[in-house]
């Protein structure tokens, strides 16, 4: 697996990413089996591993720090704070320094580790000032127990904000984002993307499978429909137009990856990491067969009339149904719409 520079951090990351948001009992609740999928991808060449302290209430970080025990120099290690820790206690959350100062002793704590690579913001906070998360983060790269700061489902003026704020302020700055993307989900295109690549961060993209739906598992006509406990509804409704519209183009898009000899999943994640403004997919498999699938897209290069055919099928920045968008969306709510 041919290594990419993570923006201008020096660093080298492979173009997969091992998610681990399915370890645990979120997904996969066989320990041993997770640990045995984490180092298949180790072997596989896969140097970069994402998961986050809200997987599984803190299950998959422990599974991962388990299973890196031995290994931990080998792997650039990413993982995220910010969802709620705790329905009863409303400060076990958020981007505060009060927050950020505990959840960092806490990932480290079940990790196994002193320190981890990679530091980011699950969500945008529009409540609390990006200083004050900069300034917390900043003092945690000081003290060692962070090496960089990423952001996650940001748009594109909240990247550019925390950039300015961080500049001003001389603080760390954000040197990853890491948004949704997918054949099905392209809208980053049009602004994320570049505003990336202005600021010269590197771009970890989740969902390169949409959630499931490019996974080949769900096709028009099927008797069983998309479904999925860990994500909105509104993602899998079949009575929305949208969503019909998407099973209209899985099966468009399973016809053209049969052309150069291609399952669905390697075009799929194949069509990201070919992107010249990404720098790894992030894939989050259940079970051994699952990574498998997943680890021939690392060396597909996709010809130009593969690419121009899916700008064909979905339009270069778009999102086939608005609600698979998860950043920004704080931005178009109700109270801050004209009408």
């Known amino acids: 697996m041919e290594f990419r520079p993570l923006g201008r951090t020096g660093v080298q990351v492979s173009p997969l990413c091992l998610g681990a948001m399915m370890f645990g009992p979120w997904g996969n609740d066989d320990r041993a089996d997770s640990t045995r999928i984490i180092h ?3 072997d596989a060449g896969i140097n ?19 299973a890196l025990d031995g290994r931990r120099d080998e792997v650039f290690l990413a993982t995220k704070f910010f969802m709620p820790m705790s329905q009863d206690d409303p400060n076990m959350r958020g981007g505060s320094r009060r927050w950020i100062i505990q959840a960092i002793e806490n990932s480290l704590r079940r990790l196994g580790t002193d320190y981890v690579d990679l530091y980011q913001v699950h969500r945008p906070s529009p409540g609390t000032d990006v200083e004050e998360t900069l300034g917390a983060l900043s003092d945690l790269v000081h003290q060692g127990k962070v090496r960089y700061i990423g952001s996650s489902s940001y748009s594109g003026s909240q990247i550019v904000e925390a950039q300015w704020a961080a500049r001003e302020r001389n603080l760390q700055r954000f040197v990853t984002e890491q948004p949704p993307y997918s054949l099905l989900v392209r809208g980053i295109e049009e602004d994320v993307l570049p505003t990336v690549l202005r600021h010269g961060m590197g771009t970890l993209t989740y969902s390169p499978l949409a959630g499931g739906w490019l996974s080949g598992r769900w096709r028009k006509g099927a008797a069983a429909a998309p479904n999925s406990s860990a994500r909105p509804p509104a993602r899998f409704d079949m009575s929305s137009p949208a969503n019909q519209r998407k099973l209209e183009i899985v099966e468009e898009l399973a016809l053209l990856a049969e052309q150069p000899g291609l399952t669905l ?16 997919a992030i894939i989050g498999p259940r079970t051994m067969e699952q990574l498998e699938s997943f680890l021939p897209a690392a060396d597909v290069v996709l010809t130009q009339d593969v690419l121009d055919r899916i700008d064909e099928i979905v339009a270069p920045g778009v999102t086939v149904n608005p609600a698979d968008n998860s950043y920004g969306d704080h931005e178009l709510r109700p109270e801050r719409r004209r009408r």
Not at 48 to 66: L, N
Not at 265 to 280: D, K, Y
């Open 40 to 42: 298949r991808a180790l």
């Open 48 to 66: 970069f591993v994402d998961t986050a302290d809200v997987y599984s209430a803190g299950g998959s970080e422990e599974i991962v720090g388990k």
């Open 265 to 280: 999943i390697e075009l799929a994640v194949a069509f990201v990491i070919n992107h010249p403004g990404v720098t790894s």
